[in-house]
């Protein structure tokens, strides 16, 4: 006959009754209770709070205070201007943050492109980026090109 799941049954050992501190001599754990003898961590509700160090100044006290604080959710653009794309794509084309970093322009794309508007756009360029200033999707409409926001 197979085995029913009402026939299961812990291995010896695994599970193991709480010692109930408190509950007199004849629970085992009389007299004092597993908390030893005297002191202020065996007084009902003693003992004290994380990072105390028995009165000498805390670890936390000790060390320099930084000023301010580093915010996790800051997004890091890689930014390049119109004067630039200008030099990069003097007969027009397709600007990518791959085609940039091709040119050696940025060391690697881990980042997002950002177009800025510093400058004047002479051609006709398809500008496919992260994110535009206002100026900079103007002056490549303007100069007939496109924009395309990734």
Same mark, same amino acid.
């Given at each position: 006959?197979?085995?029913?799941?009402?026939?299961?049954?812990?291995?010896?050992?695994?599970?193991?009754?709480?010692?109930?501190?408190?509950?007199?001599?004849?629970?085992?754990?009389?007299?004092?209770?597993?908390?030893?003898?005297?002191?202020?961590k065996?007084?009902?509700?003693?003992?004290?709070?994380?990072?105390?160090?028995?009165?000498?100044?805390?670890?936390?006290?000790?060390?320099?205070?930084?000023?301010?604080?580093?915010?996790?959710?800051?997004? *890091?653009?890689?930014?390049?201007?119109?004067?630039e794309?200008?030099?990069? *794509?003097?007969?027009?084309?397709?600007?990518?943050?791959?085609?940039?970093?091709?040119?050696?322009?940025?060391?690697?794309?881990?980042?997002?492109? %950002?177009?800025?508007?510093?400058?004047?756009?002479?051609?006709?360029?398809?500008?496919?980026?992260?994110?535009?200033?206002?100026?900079?999707?103007? %002056?490549?409409?303007?100069?007939?090109?496109?924009?395309?926001?990734?």
């Open positions: 006959m197979a085995m029913q799941q009402h026939d299961l049954r812990a291995p010896s050992g695994a599970k193991k009754n709480r010692k109930r501190l408190g509950r007199g001599d004849s629970s085992g754990n009389g007299s004092f209770s597993g908390k030893g003898m005297k002191g202020q065996s007084r009902s509700g003693g003992g004290v709070r994380p990072g105390f160090e028995g009165g000498q100044l805390p670890l936390i006290k000790r060390l320099p205070q930084m000023r301010g604080f580093k915010n996790v959710f800051k997004r *890091y653009f890689n930014l390049v201007n119109i004067d794309l200008n030099e990069l *794509y003097p007969e027009g084309g397709d600007v990518t943050l791959e085609g940039l970093v091709q040119l050696g322009v940025f060391s690697k794309n881990d980042r997002q492109l %950002k177009i800025l508007g510093r400058g004047e756009l002479t051609v006709s360029l398809n500008v496919s980026a992260h994110k535009f200033s206002q100026s900079a999707k103007d %002056k490549i409409l303007a100069a007939g090109g496109k924009v395309l926001e990734i």
